[in-house]
Structure formats: structure tokens, C-alpha cells
């Protein structure tokens, strides 16, 4: 490929090579000092994934709420008052529907307009569709807003991540992505760039310099801010080159295909792996025997719990690297599932209960210390830059997808006028993470 093919001139290929030998150098501290503002935009705009989380997981907790139960369910066979399993599925579903029409307005919308405006619309959203789950009178209404409440939820779930990879440097990235939850070393040439950036990716060169001069500090004279732009332009070109339009149809062609495959595969792999459990872990607990009380004790550990994993997974990415860090992951998962499943087969007592709900919380610190901030960290980097946003919500639409699978079929088994699987549903998904672990392997 010649220099004449992408129209890039001798000093704008001098300037990237400048900048990207600088970025292959920069240490941790090195790069919190110079980009003390890219930082805290990161942080901000990836805090909302938080809330994101917290209302995914709110409606499964729910079904173990009394109170709950009373206002929207019905009596079960044992007394107990309950939502039917096909509700349970409708609900928790209804979100993740939402969700994949977010996410593919996220990957036209932010193109079109940018992150900032696409951000404060979907939180304009939010705060509006929160009322309607408010004052909701009966289930159907609590479905349609969990619909609506999904499609700002969805934009979450790209925009953060993409706009933390793409201001920050790459000794910052790992850091900043794993607020959601981490990011990988690549062994290539392409790891030691910064992603360009929307304002390259419009031809606003100046708009681009002025944008990096906001997020940076005075604090490394070597710094130059053309450089770097001159960086992002040149591997933007470079990206057209290899991966000419930036459609859905783009990512199914040529080496994209198996980029999109594997960037795939990685998060759905997070819902066939079991994680689907956490977000029903209160009605978990009670059908394993624990009380109404502990069984929510149970889950403010594990919330906790699953905050340090996250934590504990910087250091070891940085130790281990991503590819042993997942696939060690997922090895470590299936045998603590499969334990879940055995612990079932013994008779119910206060013990096997207390047993199996400490089971998930192993399983809890071993996901989001391996396979859950590994699979954001890839999933970001995998994709060519100019598909990275596109590919990225594929991938998150077949995450959503595999979340509504988990939704269907995780109340029927937990539910005591459906299957009543109980703990033996450690067999079923340990089955699933085993034959991720082969894939990845």
C-alpha cells in the first residue's frame, strides 16, 4: 500500500510515528498526569454503565421481594405469593429488548452527532421513563417501561466504553475500560495508538487538535498535540484502506468477519457461562433454603464482593494477560457451577443451603475477576477502528439476545410451579461453560 493510495503526506507519517513511538513509552503515571481530564470524562460518562447494571438487576431481585410479590403476583402452589414464571421472563426480558433497539440507534446516532449530544438525550430519557416504573399500577405497566427504560440503557452500554478507548492512551485505557470492566495488552502495532477520533473521522482536523488540548495538561512539555492527531488521522486513512465504509454489512466481510466473530462470541459467552444466576441471586438463595432476610444479606455481598473482583482484575491482567486471565476464568467457573450442581443432589438442609449460596459467591469474585472485565477489554480492541462501534453493538445485540435466553429460562428454573431445578441448574450452565472454555482454548 503506497503512501500516493491513501493521501498522506511525509510529515503527516513523520508526526504519527513521533506520537506513536511516545505512546508506546508512556508509563501509568506518565499518562494520568498528561490526561488528568480525559480521565475524569471517562469516569463520569462510564458511571452511568453503573446505574445501568443496577436497573438490570433490580427487576430479578424484585421477584424475591414480598412486597413486590403481593402488589403485582398471585399465590403459588406452596402459599407463597410469586409472579408466574412467564412473567418473571416478561419482565426481566422486556429491558433487554429495549436494549438491542439502543444499541442499534447508538451505533447510527453517535456517528451522526457525536457522544456528547447522543449522551445528554439518552439521559434526558432515562429521567423520563423512570416515572413511568414509578407510578406503575400493575405488571403490564411495569413491562412497558422496562421496554422503554432499555433503549437509553443500551446506548449506555456502547458510548461509555467506546469513548474511554478512544481519549485515552493506551497506558490508561486498561484502567478506564475496566470501570466497566477492563482491557487487554495487543501484541501488534496497533496497540500502541490511540483510536482516532470522531472529529478526525469527520475531516475537523483543527476541532480535533482543540478537543485533545481540553483533555490533556500543560505537565509534559514534550507533548505535542499535532502529533498526535497527526497519529489518529494517519491510522484513520490507513483503516479506510483496509475497511472502505462503515456499515453493518462492513463488519461481515473480509477480515472483519472473524474480528466480528470473535468480538461476539466473547461477551455472549458471558451469558452462557452462568453469570445470569447473579442477577437472580435472591431468588437463588430461597430456593437453595436460605430465609427471605439472608438471602438479601447474600446479595449485598456479592454485589460487594463482585466490586472487588472488578478491582483485583487490574492487577491481574497486567500480570497474567487477557487471554490466560479469560480462559482460566471460564475453567475456574465451570468446576465452581458443577460443585453448585453436586451440592444439590444432597438432601436439603441448613448446611447445603449456606453451602450452595457460598458457591456463588466464589463464582462471583472468580467472574469479575477474570471473565467479566475481560470481555469489555477485548471487545473494544478486537474490532477495526472504524467498524469499532458497529461491531461492538453486534456484539452487545447477541450479549442481549443470549440475556434474553437467560431470562426465559432461568425463572422456569427457579420457580416452584415450573422446573424447581434449584441448585442442579449448576449442571446446565457448567455444561455451557465448559464448551466456552473449549471455544476459547
Known amino acids: 500500500m503506497s503512501k500516493r493510495e491513501i493521501d498522506i503526506d511525509d510529515n503527516l507519517v513523520h508526526d504519527a510515528k513521533l506520537a506513536t513511538d511516545k505512546e508506546h513509552r508512556m508509563t501509568l503515571w506518565q499518562g494520568l498526569r498528561l490526561y488528568p481530564k480525559a480521565v475524569g470524562w471517562s469516569l463520569l460518562i462510564s458511571s452511568a454503565i453503573i446505574m445501568e447494571g443496577y436497573d438490570v438487576v433490580l427487576m430479578g431481585s424484585f421477584h424475591a421481594f414480598p412486597a413486590f410479590n403481593k402488589r403485582y403476583s398471585h399465590r403459588m402452589s406452596d402459599e407463597s405469593y410469586a409472579l408466574s414464571a412467564q412473567w418473571q421472563a416478561g419482565l426481566s426480558n422486556a429491558m433487554n429488548c429495549g436494549q ?40 403490564q405497566t411495569l413491562l412497558v417501561g422496562e421496554i422503554l427504560m432499555g433503549i437509553p440503557l443500551g446506548v449506555y452500554q456502547t458510548l461509555s466504553v467506546t469513548y474511554a478507548s478512544e481519549v485515552c492512551p493506551v497506558s490508561l485505557r486498561a484502567y478506564l475500560t475496566t470501570v466497566l470492566k477492563g482491557l487487554p495488552n495487543r501484541s501488534n502495532q496497533w496497540a500502541y495508538r490511540i483510536p482516532f477520533a470522531w472529529l478526525v473521522r469527520k475531516g475537523r482536523r483543527e476541532d480535533a487538535v482543540n478537543s485533545l488540548k481540553r483533555l490533556t495538561s500543560d505537565s509534559d512539555a514534550d507533548f505535542n498535540p499535532e502529533e498526535t492527531v497527526a497519529m489518529m488521522v494517519h491510522t484513520n486513512e490507513l483503516e479506510k484502506e483496509v475497511a472502505i465504509g462503515t456499515t453493518y454489512l462492513d463488519c461481515f466481510r473480509g477480515t472483519d468477519l472473524h474480528r466480528t466473530e470473535v468480538s461476539c462470541l466473547i461477551w455472549a459467552a458471558q451469558n452462557l457461562c452462568g453469570s445470569g444466576l447473579m442477577s437472580y441471586s435472591a431468588v437463588f438463595y430461597q430456593r437453595a433454603g436460605l430465609p427471605v432476610s439472608q438471602s438479601f444479606n447474600m446479595s449485598l455481598a456479592q454485589y460487594a464482593i463482585g466490586f472487588f473482583g ?12 487477557r487471554r490466560t486471565l479469560y480462559v482460566a476464568g471460564l475453567a475456574i467457573l465451570t468446576v465452581l457451577l458443577l460443585v453448585v450442581g453436586f451440592i444439590s ?18 463464582y462471583t469474585f472468580f467472574y469479575d475477576s477474570s471473565v467479566g472485565p475481560v470481555c469489555y477489554s477485548l471487545v473494544v480492541e478486537i474490532p477495526s477502528t472504524r467498524l469499532r462501534i458497529k461491531t461492538v453493538v453486534l456484539a452487545r445485540n447477541l450479549y442481549n439476545c443470549f440475556s434474553i435466553l437467560n431470562g426465559v429460562i432461568i425463572p422456569y428454573m427457579l420457580n416452584v410451579d415450573a422446573w424447581n431445578w434449584r441448585g442442579k441448574a449448576g449442571f446446565f450452565w457448567g455444561g455451557l461453560a465448559l464448551g466456552c472454555w473449549v471455544w476459547a482454548f
Open 310 to 321: 472488578t478491582v483485583f482484575s487490574w492487577f491481574l491482567m497486567m500480570r497474567f494477560g
Open 345 to 362: 443432589i444432597a438432601p436439603e438442609t441448613s448446611g447445603t443451603a449456606w453451602a450452595t449460596g457460598s458457591m456463588l459467591l466464589v
Open 100 to 139: 438491542i433497539l439502543g444499541l442499534f440507534a447508538n451505533g447510527i446516532i453517535s456517528e451522526r452527532f457525536g457522544y456528547r449530544k447522543t449522551m445528554m438525550y439518552s439521559l434526558v430519557a432515562t429521567v423520563g421513563f423512570i416515572f413511568i416504573l414509578f407510578f406503575a399500577q400493575n405488571v
